[in-house]
């Protein structure tokens, strides 16, 4: 595949990811939102079917990696980090631009969120936000666009992060590659999209799982942007642990596959 193939997609893949993923989060917890209180299992199984939809959609395309985490581990296992630049920036842009979409989509919901009194006074306690408390720099909606924890200790933030994307990077490497191992296969998508369910099911609950770094960067990136009302801070003290945790965890995951597998 060309530089241009995998560039596009995944700057496609990725935005469809974020916009449908972010889109779950944003439907789960802003007012006005027909959705609204559907719970973490709407959240879990939204992200899941996120991940299934975009890899289907790009996997000829470009591989469908979506995930800096993935093509780190991609790279190591096969020792070939010759396209890996051009997978990070469709994967940032990507998420970039999926991130728009989603407030565009739901901007009467953020207006309403963002000027109801009883938000600005405290934010509340619900799935899928990250919790002010624990994360006083973050504003009330940053978690519609980017992870935080519930419990604010580096070390198990980032060991959760790194856990699992380890979970997540090794399951692609040994059940999720097509015929060429440079990207995912059709039953790898299926595969995939019910590992992230499973992981963000028993996984999620410290840190909101990103177990992706475009994921929760490039969505960041546009919450510190966009011209929402009292939106608050973007959390930028704690923005380096869903990156470096998953970039972490994509690389020992291919070590082990090397090691146990290869």
Do not use: C
């Not at 989060?25 to 975009?54: D, E, P, Y």
């Not at 991609?74 to 051009?86: E, H, T």
């Not at 410290?206 to 770094?213: F, L, V």
């Amino acid at each position: 595949m060309s530089s241009s193939d995998i560039f596009i997609g995944e700057i496609i893949g990725t935005a469809v990811l974020i916009l449908l993923g972010g889109g779950v989060v944003a439907a789960v917890v802003l007012k006005r939102s027909k959705a609204q209180n559907a719970g973490w299992l709407a959240i879990t199984f939204g992200w899941g079917f996120a991940v299934m939809t975009a890899v289907y959609m790009t996997g000829t395309l470009s591989g469908a990696h979506l995930n800096p985490a993935v093509t780190v581990g991609i790279a190591v296992k096969d020792g070939d980090w010759s396209n890996a630049p051009v997978y990070f920036a469709g994967q940032i842009l990507g998420a970039m631009i999926g991130a728009a979409l989603v407030w565009i989509a739901y901007y009467g919901q953020f207006q309403a969120h963002l000027t109801d009194p009883e938000i600005l006074a405290e934010q509340p306690a619900e799935e899928g936000m990250v919790d002010q408390k624990a994360a006083p720099n973050a504003g009330p909606v940053l978690g519609v666009f980017s992870t935080g924890p519930e419990v604010r200790n580096v070390w198990q933030n980032l060991a959760t992060e790194i856990i699992g994307t380890v979970v997540l990077v090794l399951a692609v490497l040994t059940q999720g590659l097509n015929d060429s191992g440079k990207g995912l296969g059709v039953l790898g998508a299926l595969i995939t999209a019910f590992v992230v369910v499973g992981i963000g099911l028993s996984l999620g609950g410290p840190t909101g799982y990103a177990i992706n770094p475009a994921r929760d960067l490039g969505p960041r990136i546009v919450h510190a942007l966009l011209p929402l009302p009292n939106k608050g801070g973007s959390d930028w003290s704690y923005a380096w642990i869903p990156v470096v945790g998953p970039l972490i965890g994509g690389a020992l995951a291919a070590g082990i596959y090397n090691i146990a597998f290869a």
